[in-house]
């Protein structure tokens, strides 16, 4: 994936500039009109552990 570098989706989509995006972040980019911010899933955990 362009946007998170997962090898792993159900589905490869394209953005609107024809990058492979993989399906959780093509459907984060229609719902929010932004790319998905790779570091909100790990980050936090981080932020609390440290
Ligand atoms: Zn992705």
Do not use: F, Q
């Not at 953005?15 to 936090?44: F, Q, W």
């Amino acid at each position: 994936c362009y946007n998170c570098h997962t090898t792993a989706t159900p589905l490869w989509r394209k953005d609107e500039e024809g990058k492979t995006v993989c399906n959780a972040c093509s459907l984060y980019y229609k719902l929010h009109s932004s790319a998905r911010p790779i570091s909100m899933k790990s980050n936090i955990i981080r932020k609390l552990s440290r």
